[in-house]
């Protein structure tokens, strides 16, 4: 049973364009969320978070949504840039400090 | 520079063997992580400690094991009794606040290993 949840293997945007990445989890007892993005044969690298208190986070071109009613977190990238493509992971932190990560949804930009 | 190595990179063996996957982390990190990865899914879970000494399995831990007897160090060994074992396999450590802090929990991962069984 997926706790944490991409619906869109992949996605396609145009240079400069707005990048929105989704993401859906069922159990309202997580209280921290990460999104990790990743090349082909690396290992993931953080790029923003989010805790529960908040509903909304920026760093830069990128900024997290989260709708806890909705039990969904977004993650916005504008403008986006042909260095953003990769595969992009949303992650729920859980007891003791376990990471549930989705399927992962892979960003083509296109120059 | 502070990090987290995997080694090697690529790694082959012949089914039926044992093989170790080597993780080493200089950021003075409490907890170190597992995972694998196959294609086109997420990352899964298979072992985690958060001390020396201690270990948990996670979501996924038939047919692996692993050890933790330096805060540094946290090897993985795929045992021959793992049906599936060709995966790209990822390492990760973090602090552990125990607190409300919970930024500080975030996992930092290395650069993987790529295990193939022939």
């Known amino acids: 049973d997926q706790q944490v949840k991409q619906n869109s293997p992949s996605l396609s945007v145009q240079e400069g364009r707005i990048s929105i990445l989704n993401c859906d989890y069922t159990?309202?007892?997580?209280?921290?969320f990460l999104w990790y993005k990743k090349y082909p044969a690396e290992g993931p690298t953080f790029l923003i978070s989010?805790?529960?208190?908040?509903d909304k986070n920026e760093d830069g071109r990128f900024t997290v949504f989260l709708n806890k009613s909705a039990k969904h977190l977004s993650l916005h990238i504008v403008p986006s840039q042909p260095g953003d493509s990769a595969v992009y992971f949303c992650?729920?932190?859980?007891?003791?400090?376990?990471?549930?990560f989705g399927g992962g949804t892979r960003v083509l930009v296109k120059p | 520079d502070g990090g987290i190595t995997q080694s090697p990179k690529y790694l082959f063996r012949k089914e039926g063997q044992n093989v170790t996957l080597s993780c080493e982390q200089n950021?003075?990190?409490?907890?170190m992580y597992w995972y694998r990865q196959d294609p086109g899914q997420g990352l899964r879970l298979i072992y985690y400690?958060?001390?020396?000494?201690?270990?948990q399995k996670g979501d996924i831990a038939e047919g692996y094991s692993v050890s933790r007897e330096k805060k540094e160090s946290f090897p993985l060994t795929v045992t021959s009794a793992q049906k599936n074992p060709t995966a790209f396999y990822l390492c990760?450590?973090?602090?552990?606040?125990?607190?409300?802090?919970?930024?500080?929990?975030?996992?930092?991962f290395g650069p993987g290993t790529r295990l193939t069984v022939l």
């Open positions: 990760a450590s973090s602090l552990l606040a125990g607190g409300p802090l919970r930024a500080t929990d975030t996992q930092y």
């Open positions: 992650a729920a932190l859980t007891a003791g400090n376990k990471l549930t």
């Open positions: 400690s958060q001390i020396v000494n201690d270990f």
């Open positions: 989010i805790s529960s208190i908040k």
């Open positions: 950021l003075n990190h409490d907890a």
């Open positions: 159990n309202s007892m997580f209280d921290y």
